[in-house]
């Protein structure tokens, strides 16, 4: 294998895959990339067995082809610190790996190469799928992308027993797609319609890692479409030269859609950045561990205040829309905060049937965000 | 230094002297156990009495009094023990919320003379009285006060040690027992303790105590008249406190209850009368220990993190399992479930069990928030919260959830496996079970157990939804 390549795209082709790296590998060749390079183009593949990232860099110049599995830490922090336009990469004998750039070289010890092995890639190698040329569905990008951070964030942190709620729930119903993120106590719930979809209806659970890794390099690749592909156990996101595959979380999923309020009691209609600013402000007094924060609402106006034992009390309020007869209810202020960083529009809704009951907000169109309260007892 | 602090306000009107001056109280009630059992029946008085659970149910004492504190008995010694030290022993089972009430009226008595008032236990206090002679005169007249008031009022006795710090009154008050009150003048506080022997001083323990007189260190004196450097050897960086607090120096604050930091674990841990094997009833009481440890946590408007429980079977071979909850609850039956799965992880030993015991941890200030999928659970939380009420007022058996009702029942205080198994006769329950909203089939049979209806129900069950999908 030899080959002479950009070097800004190599790096930035090594930073999207990093995070498939494993960096606990418990067999050795998961903590490296393989680099493939045949046809004028490169493959990067790097996979932990729970997600797995192949991305493709056209134009290069291929004067060898091959492929090595190189130590990928290494790798990626050579690449990011050599200095030079272009780095060539090529193949020695003994087991070894010669990147030169410019004035800088570097020799990594490779994990395996098609130098000097009979074996197949394929038994050395976790085999990650190639994507078939017909996608379960194709959604806008931005469109997707949007879904994704509004749901991803409420995710659980801790592995829950009884249901796979570290995971968002993906639902594709004809051309509707649903993403569900909840930890038990706040759920955030947005529909969008896919452009194009195979008609199947699909439902799994989503490992958060591979929804990071799409969120933080999808915007990046300058394609307007995602492709989506549902395979036996793992799911496959395109983007542009971007492939990224994730298991799918095993357990179930709770049913989301009881949880959603259905009747409204109260609607309180609220400036955003107004709410989240007067939210903010208590949030200051709150007792460190729990955060408890009280919304009291009366025609037209909301109070929101908290107070810690020994420090002392803030409140502040602000205009809104309401026109029932006053309802106070409390909440943990960085739930509230959450949902608000990722509202869509200017305006967001509230929704409530009683202060014990879940409260429900409007953040965008189909965008429903719901958050249990605290309650006070005796 | 802090104490000094706090009264800068009033440092205008005192003399130099005085500030410099604390005035420290030791609050001590006298026998008190017996003495609130004697308020309540005169009969009990002069004569031996002791507080305290039976001999045949490895009770101990409690407390007692200073007539059978004559007969060598005193408190924390096994029953059996105390009764053959003293045949004419009158022994009283105690009434905890009786002296809890007692104990209450008397700090309500003491908050009136200064609010820098330390509860150190049900009959032990301390006051900081620096800065109030303005207002009450003369501390040696105020805690002649505080006694009479006390003693006229509630008829309890008390002990009062007065000195210029916390470490010199405790010791005062000691000297001064029962029923006595002793002044330790400002700048004699190592005169007094000098002649004193080592382990009058509080910090000493049977262990350091014996290594003081192994180097015939026996009087406060020899101890604060000795070299740092060989203390520092022999005991450590404890070794030149300990010199410094038996010269009678001590800086201490008095922390009233607003100021102390909250508590850092609650538990609760029971020796049963005898020891059993019996599964029922050891999740009777799991479930008991676990509401009245919950109880207190509510009541200090706490949350637990973490749960442990603890064994401790026949021999004597103790064994504790913990976890860490996902969420921060005070709600007992988020965390009844995982403590029997502690309790079964942990009882696989085919011995007697002796002890159980449970703590909760890494509590946090907060709110209980329940989660989407247990709606039952926020109803179930506000009962929880009744029942507390109720408990507050008319006592901690007033009401018994399900699980625990049985324990009421002398049929079911830990079986003894020698004797046959009793007969259980029909229609005598110790509460009615309608009260519960049982009736049909509440008492069943002991092969049973998990039958039992319980006010908690419904918590092991699926929720309604996951059923349906």
Request: aromatic fraction near 6%; hydrophobic fraction near 40%.
């Amino acid at each position: 294998m030899h080959f002479c390549v950009d070097r800004i795209a190599f790096r930035d082709a090594l930073q999207r895959v990093e995070m498939a790296i494993d960096r606990k590998p418990t067999r050795p060749i998961l903590g490296g990339v393989l680099v493939q390079a045949q046809d004028d183009a490169l493959i990067l593949l790097a996979t932990d067995l729970e997600i797995a990232v192949r991305y493709r860099i056209g134009d290069v110049q291929v004067e060898q082809s091959g492929w090595a599995v190189l130590p990928g830490k290494e790798l990626v922090e050579v690449v990011k610190d050599v200095e030079s336009e272009t780095v060539s990469v090529q193949l020695q004998a003994e087991g070894r790996c010669r990147l030169e750039a410019g004035e800088d070289q570097c020799e990594l010890v490779t994990m395996e190469s098609s130098v000097g092995s009979d074996l197949d890639l394929k038994s050395l190698f976790p085999e990650v799928p190639v994507l078939p040329d017909q996608a379960s569905a194709a959604v806008d990008k931005a469109t997707f992308l949007q879904m994704v951070s509004s749901t991803r964030f409420a995710t659980s942190r801790v592995q829950d027993s009884r249901f796979a709620t570290e995971g968002v729930l993906f639902e594709l119903n004809g051309s509707e797609m649903t993403l569900v993120g909840t930890d038990g106590r706040r759920l955030a719930c947005i529909r969008r319609e896919a452009l194009e979809t195979s008609g199947d209806k699909q439902r799994s659970v989503l490992l958060p890692k591979v929804l990071d890794q799409i969120l933080r390099f999808g915007q990046d690749e300058a394609v307007e479409e995602l492709q989506i592909y549902f395979l036996d156990s793992q799911v496959g996101f395109r983007i542009g030269n971007l492939e990224s595959f994730g298991r799918v979380l095993d357990g179930e999923f709770p049913n989301y859609d009881n949880v959603i309020p259905k009747s409204t009691k109260h609607l309180i209609r609220a400036h955003r950045e107004g709410l989240t600013k007067k939210l903010r402000l208590a949030s200051h007094l709150t007792q460190d561990a729990s955060s408890v924060v009280r919304l009291q609402i009366s025609e037209d106006s909301m109070e929101v205040s908290a107070e810690h034992e020994g420090r002392g009390r803030a409140s502040g309020s602000l205009e809104v829309d309401y026109g029932g007869n006053g309802i106070t209810a409390q909440f943990n202020p960085n739930y509230l905060l959450d949902g608000l960083k990722v509202a869509h529009g200017e305006q967001v809704e509230l929704h409530m049937e009683e202060a014990s009951r879940p409260a429900k907000f409007v953040l965008g169109e189909d965008f429903t965000y719901v958050v249990m309260p605290l309650t006070h007892f005796p | 230094m802090k104490s000094l602090k706090k009264t800068a306000g009033l440092s205008a009107w005192q003399s130099q002297g005085e500030q410099d001056r604390r005035t420290v109280l030791h609050v001590d009630l006298d026998a008190f156990f017996v003495a609130v059992e004697r308020v309540v029946n005169p009969s009990l008085r002069g004569r031996p009495v002791v507080v305290g659970g039976a001999p045949e149910e490895r009770g101990v004492v409690a407390a007692a009094s200073y007539e059978a504190r004559s007969f060598g008995i005193h408190s924390a010694m096994p029953m059996a023990q105390a009764v053959r030290l003293c045949p004419d022993l009158v022994r009283v089972r105690g009434h905890r919320q009786l002296y809890g009430r007692a104990s209450k009226a008397v700090f309500r008595v003491l908050h009136q003379y200064t609010p820098v008032v330390e509860q150190v236990s049900i009959d032990e206090g301390y006051l900081d009285l620096t800065g109030t002679q303005l207002l009450f005169g003369q501390a040696v007249d105020v805690a002649e006060r505080i006694r009479r008031e006390v003693h006229e009022r509630l008829r309890l006795d008390l002990t009062v040690g007065l000195a210029g710090n916390r470490l010199v009154s405790k010791v005062a008050s000691a000297f001064a027992k029962p029923c006595g009150m002793f002044d330790v003048r400002p700048g004699q506080e190592a005169s007094f303790l000098s002649p004193l022997p080592v382990k009058a001083l509080p910090g000493i323990g049977p262990v350091t105590h014996r290594r003081l007189l192994d180097f015939n260190i026996e009087r406060l004196g020899t101890l604060a008249a000795t070299e740092a450097w060989f203390l520092q050897d022999v005991f450590g960086s404890h070794g030149n406190s300990m010199r410094r607090r038996a010269s009678g120096k001590d800086d201490t604050p008095v922390c009233p209850a607003w100021e102390r930091p909250k508590a850092k674990s609650i538990g609760h841990e029971q020796t049963f009368s005898r020891d059993t094997e019996d599964h029922a009833f050891l999740r009777a009481k799991l479930q008991e220990l676990l509401e009245s440890a919950t109880r207190r946590l509510r009541g200090q408007g706490l949350l637990t993190r973490r749960l442990t429980v603890k064994l401790r079977y026949a021999d004597f071979v103790s064994e504790t399992r913990d976890l860490s909850l996902p969420v921060p609850t005070d709600h007992d039956a988020e965390l009844f479930e995982p403590a029997l799965e502690l309790l079964r992880r942990m009882a696989t030993r085919r011995t007697l069990v002796r002890l159980l015991g449970i703590r909760l941890s890494q509590l946090q200030r907060g709110y209980w928030q329940s989660d989407f999928w247990n709606p039952e659970r926020n109803q179930e939380r506000r009962l929880v919260g009744i029942l507390d009420q109720l408990r507050e007022k008319y006592g901690t058996t007033s009401v018994r959830t399900g699980a625990t009702v049985k324990l009421a029942s002398s049929r079911f205080t830990s079986p003894n496996l020698l004797a046959p198994p009793p007969s259980i006769p029909s229609g005598k329950f110790p509460l009615n079970p309608k009260f519960l909203g049982g009736g049909r089939g509440f008492f069943r049979p002991r092969q049973k157990p998990d039958a039992l209806p319980s006010l908690t129900q419904g918590r092991n069950a699926e929720p309604a939804w996951s059923q349906a999908s």
